[in-house]
């Protein structure tokens, strides 16, 4: 009865204790007062969080560094908790952190965090920062290279990737193949890591595997877009040209071109290759996924025209000459003479009506002379067996141009469809 009595007391003067410190940080501003109840009620259980917690933040306000270090070189050995130990080690090294004289005893306390916990992210950020400030690379490497190994074992491609670089930064100028393993074992926990690719092959020399440069300028080159892919892509057609493989440097520069289009170079030296092997399907596909990026009208549409004419002189395609020249004739509508290379090629194609449509609106645009536009148009609706359109066009013509020889165009259209109605 009497220990429980005097352990009630005991939680009473705590209680009262702690509600007297408080109110003394707080609403009073003693802070002074505050220090001394929350040191009695220290005495009495050094390890109670509601003490020294509060106890840090009055020793801070007070800016009093001699009895903040104290408390937490006195509270460290008291508290179970490895949360609240290494809280008390960084709150130490944070106050000792601009005294160079304390250095190595900063580094101690962190080093001493770390080991509890690893994993604990601010211990290491603070320790990487005097590591770095103190220009001790060799301590950093040691310490990003834990924390690296780490990251691997626990899958982390972000961390890894981000630790993996600066770890290879570090050792690159004086040990640039520990830097190497670095960046390798870092690309196989993040493949996809661009910046890890390039640093690789950064760090890479003339002397290394040039098997390797090519694979990694590949994985980095589907990476990549604009100015950047057309260099890698180059580059990597060079050194598969180097290396004899003639099929992977075109490759090479196919992905290079889909990657960045507007590439004069890539697309020259695809054109080259398409040309030496006559491979017209492949130059017709170049050239026109080129022509129809052209924001320039007239030169779109004389650049769709050349590629028509590859499909109607060397490839013998008709429907596709016509689909070109129909496009070409969007962006050059009153070139009479497209008109008319357009009309023969769809007519080529078996596509008579459409050839009329696209006549038809050259003269509600008055592309050319309207009398010449409607023999054209006569010529491809006799064609399609419309001889009475064709007749109504001459008709039309013959009233606009009087002469023999429009008139002697109508005499044969009305023969045809006599003779064709004949019985």
């Known amino acids: 009865v009497g220990l ?19 109110m003394a940080a707080g609403p009073l501003g003693d802070l002074p007062l505050a220090a001394e109840v929350y040191e009695s009620l220290r005495q009495r259980d050094p390890a109670e969080r509601r003490v020294w917690e509060p106890l840090l933040d009055v020793y801070r306000v007070l800016g009093d560094r001699g009895r903040l270090e104290r408390l937490i070189d006195e509270t460290v050995g008291h508290v179970f908790e490895t949360g609240d130990r290494n809280r008390l080690r960084l709150e130490r090294a944070r106050i000792l952190a601009d005294d160079p004289a304390r250095l190595e005893d900063v580094i101690l306390a962190l ?9 604990d992210g601010e211990a290491t950020r603070m320790l990487a920062d005097l590591y770095e400030r103190d220009r001790r690379d060799e301590d950093l490497a040691a310490l990003l290279h834990r924390q690296f190994e780490r990251a691997k074992d626990a899958g982390d491609a972000r961390a890894a990737a981000a630790l993996g670089l600066r770890v290879a930064a570090l050792l690159a100028p004086t040990r640039r193949g520990d830097a190497l393993d670095a960046l390798r074992s870092a690309l196989d926990i993040a493949p996809e890591s661009a910046e890890l690719l390039r640093r690789l092959l950064e760090t890479l020399n003339a002397d290394d595997d040039p098997y390797e440069r090519a694979a990694l300028t590949e994985r980095l080159l589907a990476r990549e877009t604009g100015p950047a892919a057309a260099a890698l892509a ?3 057609a060079r050194m598969q040209g180097d290396l004899g493989d003639d099929e992977a440097a075109e490759r090479a520069l196919t992905r290079g071109h889909a990657a960045a289009p507007d590439d004069a170079r890539l697309r020259e030296q695809l054109e080259a290759r398409y040309l030496a092997r006559e491979d017209f399907d492949a130059l017709a596909r170049l050239r026109e996924a080129t022509a129809l990026r052209v924001a320039d009208g007239a030169a779109r549409g004389r650049a769709l025209r050349e590629v028509a004419a590859i499909h109607r002189d060397r490839l013998g395609r008709p429907a596709e000459t016509a689909r070109l020249l129909v496009l070409a004739r969007e962006a050059l509508p009153r070139d009479a003479a497209l008109l008319r290379e357009c009309v023969d090629a769809l007519v080529d194609a078996g596509q008579a009506d459409a050839a009329a449509r696209e006549v038809s609106a050259a003269l509600d645009a008055g592309v050319d002379d309207a009398s010449k536009l409607l023999r054209l148009r006569a010529t491809v609706r006799a064609g399609a067996r419309d001889l009475a359109g064709a007749v109504a066009d001459l008709e039309a013509a013959l009233a606009r141009t009087p002469d023999a020889t429009v008139a002697a165009e109508l005499v044969a259209a009305l023969d045809a469809a006599r003779s064709r109605s004949s019985g």
């Open 111 to 119: 080093r001493d965090a770390l080991d509890e916990d690893p994993d």
């Open 4 to 22: 429980r009595r005097e352990a009630h007391l005991h939680r009473a003067e705590q209680e009262l204790g702690l509600e007297v410190a408080s």
């Open 234 to 236: 180059l580059d990597l």
